[in-house]
Each structure stands twice: as structure tokens, then as C-alpha cells.
């Protein structure tokens, strides 16, 4: 049985507490069970060079955890002096994932930067920051159009992420921490509510995974996005 006497396929208590930090222009806290992430969207009106003229806009991302977010204490990365291949890998994950779900040109020159800071992490920790980045994403939009700095909503979809696996020869969704650490197989999944696949990251980390097992876990994340894209 699992923690919280959690069916197979449910996912863990979410909450989702908007413009949780007053300075942005949009802001979230979100939580999956446990796993805590702030996600911070900060709107400049420049563009990296390489689009500079061009009338498109960019959306990046950066993601980091603080040192106690986890069992052990993280060093930060200012301390030493570059960020983490894992922080590099989960940031361009991000960023990938929100710049499927926008219209670049209707955004004009603006940068939108989300930052995810994990403040307590318990698994998950990238999926909710596609989910909560998406929400912060929006909120940041909304307050340009209603400010008058863009005429037409450039979003063209929703998006989420929700993260699956084989623990002890069950599939389950919404691994926690200790679930991930033993799971065979686990897999993060980003879509939109189009019904269409941004990205799918599948390990076999103690075993390998069947074409039939793959189908399992993208029928599964089904019932997670159905209820994400209502947040």
C-alpha cells in the first residue's frame, strides 16, 4: 500500500496558491503531496540577441532547489560557480515544454523568465515545475493583456507534466521520493490539453520496459492530465 493509502492511479493532494509572491508578474506556489515549488514569471521587454528585430519573444527558464529542500544539504550553485547538470537538464526541460504553448510572434519582444525554486522536495520536483511554470506563465500573461501590453492572448494551449513508473512491479502515478528511488521504471510525461505529447522522458533504471508497459503508463498520466488542465 502505498503512502496516505494511495490507489495506484491517484495522484498526491494538489494545491496551487496564485500570486503567492507579491513582485512578479505572475506567481505561484504549487504542491504535489509534499514537493513544494515556487514558480516565478518576470516579464522584460528585450529578447536574447540572436532575436533581436525579429518581433518574437522568448520564454526561458531557470530551476534550482534550496539546500534544505531535501534530506541532505544542497550546495548552492553560486557556491560553486556553475549550475548543475541536473539543474541545466530540468531548466531547458522546462523551457522547452512552455515555449510549445505559446505564440511567439503575438508576445513581441518581451522575455518572460519562469524561475522554479524547489523549497521542499519529496519527488516530482520538474513535473510540478512544468505545472506550476505554466500556471505562473498565464498569470503573467493575463496582467499584460490587462495592462494594455498586448492585444491578443498568445497562449495557444495548456500544459502540465505528471511523472509515472514500475515500483516493485506495479504502475503507479505521481511517484513521491522514496517511490522514485526504488521504482525499475519511471517516466515523466509533458502535454497539452490538446491531447498532444510535448515530451516524454522514459529510464529503465534497475530493468527495461515493454512496448505494452509504455502504452500502461501513458494511459495512466491520462487520468492526471484530465484533472491538471482544470487547476
Aim: proline share 2%; hydrophobic share 35%; with cysteine.
Amino acid at each position: 500500500m502505498r503512502k496516505n493509502n494511495r490507489k495506484n492511479n491517484e495522484l498526491r493532494n494538489i494545491k496551487v496558491t496564485s500570486n503567492y509572491i507579491m513582485h512578479p508578474e505572475g506567481s505561484v506556489l504549487i504542491e504535489f503531496g509534499n514537493t513544494r515549488v515556487i514558480c516565478n514569471a518576470t516579464v522584460e521587454d528585450k529578447v536574447p540577441a540572436f532575436l533581436k528585430g525579429k518581433g518574437s519573444g522568448w520564454i526561458t527558464a531557470e530551476y534550482s532547489m534550496l539546500p534544505r529542500a531535501t534530506n541532505t544539504r544542497n550546495k548552492r550553485d553560486s557556491m560553486t560557480g556553475k549550475v548543475s547538470g541536473r539543474s541545466m537538464e530540468i531548466q531547458r526541460l522546462i523551457g522547452r515544454a512552455l515555449r510549445s504553448c505559446i505564440d511567439l510572434e503575438k508576445l513581441g519582444e518581451k522575455t518572460i523568465t519562469i524561475d522554479c525554486d524547489v523549497i521542499q522536495a519529496d519527488g516530482g520536483t520538474r513535473t510540478a515545475s512544468i505545472t506550476g511554470g505554466y500556471l505562473a506563465l498565464e498569470l503573467a500573461i493575463q496582467k499584460l493583456l490587462n495592462d494594455g501590453k498586448l492585444t491578443k492572448n498568445p497562449l495557444i494551449s495548456k500544459v502540465a507534466a505528471i511523472s509515472v513508473g514500475r515500483v516493485n512491479g506495479q504502475i503507479m502515478l505521481d511517484l513521491d521520493y522514496d517511490e522514485d528511488c526504488s521504482a525499475e521504471v519511471d517516466m515523466n510525461i509533458v502535454m497539452n490539453n490538446k491531447n498532444e505529447f510535448i515530451e516524454i522522458q522514459g529510464t529503465g533504471e534497475e530493468s527495461t520496459f515493454v512496448y505494452s508497459e509504455l502504452l500502461e503508463f501513458i494511459a495512466l498520466s491520462k487520468n492526471a492530465f484530465d484533472y491538471l488542465f482544470l487547476l
